[in-house]
């Protein structure tokens, strides 16, 4: 929030307009006023010591009925201050280094988008004032953590303890500001809004990215691809904030956005060689889920790349497995270089190989829900949802893909082997997981019953979207960066979703918007279609969960009355 208003203060005028005085006023008017002027100023000056005084005492005496008094835990505030004064210098550096593009309607549209999701939080809390669903078990955890009960653990929880880790970091340093205890910051009404402070930050990550991506781009009008500004960038930002599950979820406490925030701040600072930054980030991304390990390997991967592309070897051949061969060439004659420049991610990825040998498995507390399965249709229902949530960008590409079709038409072998991979899938790996089948709270429950599973053969009819989507991706990620971070991205992509038995669709956030981060728009047009449907989307989908309640027979405790649809 400090770097969003530090945005939003840089967009004011400078130099606020003066009245004009009257050339004919004596110099010993202007020196009396002067003097008078002074005098004021030193009466507010002392008139803030004393209020500044009387504040202090004031927070003393709150404190005193708590343990604060004990020398140890005024020097952990003192010091988390300190830490809060470092934080809002590193916020100032930080928005002065983001090359902010000075356009006054960005900064209203981000300023009206952040009071909107404001305003849609506290309607969620007015409506939703007990945790919901998950959130039973994250407020719970994180309430346990800001109480200094780090030895408690709920084993319904099955994802590592980094939002509960950063709540109680948050609620410590806004307890040493204020002087109110812990406690009093994690409450469900307040752990709400950490997602809001980690969306701010989400956006400016996203900014960075664009920008320094932009720079790399081929200018390809055959294919609709040219360099964006700095202020096209910051509106692509600001419509994938926008993204309905990223938006949804700012308004519950779940895990899923602050691992988005790491792992696109582990790959920024990557691509901008900062190494051990972005290696550190990724494994805090892993403590929000564990299956962010695979954007480490991720980000690993596209630092070799990108050292192999610099050294433009692969200019010199067109043919993939010839590019393929001087990859690995130059891989196994620098080896030990690549070895040493990738330390950092690898030490993560050895650090997690180690907690799935000690842990017996990836997933920690409740694992009978949670086993690894061969899911492969997951691969082509991500590629509907994107076909879904990039329809603007999709329709646009129909005046470029004919190309793309031509180029496959005169190859064959590459369509056949697409559609009989496709139908294997289908056919021998296809799986409805029990709460697919059983919870309707879930949007995913009515889009499998109404459209994945409508009848057993509607899947092999939607075969030929999934394939025109995957033959625009891989034009796109191919000519705008290489066919070499084309296959790395499906690779990971795979690796992420195809073991996950159950359809969720939060499981396909971090993919959709790494496709799009590396894809950005230029054109206005299609951004403001993308925007006026994911804001359509949101306000259906804030709209149901608010006001369309129903009723289970066998709610408890843990699902209590009345029960409210989401993603």
Not at 114 to 137: C, R, W
């Amino acid at each position: 929030l400090s770097s969003s208003l530090l945005y939003l203060i840089s967009l004011c005028p400078t130099n606020p307009p003066t009245r004009s005085r009257a050339s004919s006023r004596s110099s010993s008017e202007d020196e009396a006023s002067a003097a008078r002027r002074a005098e004021r100023r030193a009466r507010r000056s002392a008139e803030k010591s004393v209020r500044g005084t009387k504040r202090q005492e004031r927070r003393h005496e709150r404190s005193s009925s708590f343990v604060f008094d004990h020398p140890l835990v005024h020097h952990a505030r003192t010091s988390s201050y300190a830490m809060y004064q470092q934080s809002v210098d590193i916020a100032r550096n930080t928005i002065s280094e983001l090359d902010l593009p000075a356009s006054s309607w960005c900064g209203f549209f981000a300023t009206a988008m952040l009071a909107v999701t404001l305003g849609e939080v506290v309607k969620v809390n007015n409506a939703q004032p007990t945790p919901y669903m998950d959130e039973v078990f994250h407020v719970r955890q994180a309430q346990h953590y800001c109480a200094g009960n780090w030895t408690v653990w709920d084993n319904k929880i099955t994802t590592l303890p980094g939002l509960y880790i950063l709540t109680a970091i948050i609620a410590h340093i806004a307890s040493a500001v204020t002087g109110k205890p812990n406690i009093h910051w994690c409450s469900l009404e307040k752990l709400r809004f950490v997602n809001i402070v980690m969306s701010v930050m989400i956006f400016l990550v996203m900014y960075t990215i664009f920008r320094k991506l932009s720079r790399r781009l081929k200018d390809d009008p055959g294919l609709g691809i040219q360099p964006i500004h700095r202020t096209c960038c910051m509106m692509n930002s600001l419509v994938l904030c926008c993204f309905p599950l990223l938006y949804f979820y700012n308004l519950l406490y779940y895990t899923d956005v602050g691992g988005v925030l790491f792992v696109l701040g582990s790959y920024s600072c990557s691509i901008r060689n900062h190494h051990l930054k972005s290696a550190m980030l990724g494994a805090i991304s892993v403590l929000f889920r564990q299956t962010n390990i695979i954007w480490v390997g991720f980000t690993a991967g596209t630092v070799v790349i990108r050292d192999i592309e610099n050294r433009g070897l692969l200019q010199q051949c067109d043919d993939f497995v010839s590019q393929m061969g001087i990859a690995v060439r130059v891989i196994l004659r620098y080896f030990w270089q690549y070895v040493f420049l990738l330390l950092p991610y690898l030490t993560v990825l050895a650090g997690f190989a180690v907690f799935i040998v000690w842990n017996k498995g990836i997933v920690v507390g409740d694992k009978s829900a949670h086993t690894a399965v061969l899911h492969f249709p997951q691969f082509l229902y991500f590629l509907l949802f994107l076909t879904a949530f990039s329809a603007p960008h999709m329709v646009q590409r129909l005046r470029h893909s004919h190309m793309t079709v031509l180029y496959y038409v005169f190859k064959p072998v590459h369509v056949l082997l697409f559609f009989v991979s496709a139908l294997l899938a289908l056919y021998f790996f296809k799986y409805e997981h029990p709460y697919l089948l059983a919870d309707n709270r879930h949007y995913t429950f009515y889009i499998w019953r109404k459209i994945l599973n409508r009848t057993p053969h509607i899947m092999y009819y939607l075969l030929p979207v999934c394939f025109y989507t995957f033959l625009n991706i891989v034009a796109l990620l191919s000519t705008v960066h290489s066919k070499f971070f084309t296959l790395l991205y499906f690779l990971c992509v795979a690796s992420q979703i195809v073991p996950q038995g159950l359809l969720e669709f939060r499981y396909f956030i971090l993919p959709y918007l790494l496709y799009r981060l590396h894809v950005p728009q230029h054109s206005w047009v299609v951004l403001f279609l993308e925007l006026c449907q994911y804001t359509l989307i949101n306000l259906i989908t804030v709209k149901v969960f608010l006001n369309k309640t129903f009723d289970w027979d066998s709610a408890d405790d843990l699902s209590p009355n009345p029960q409210r649809f989401m993603w």
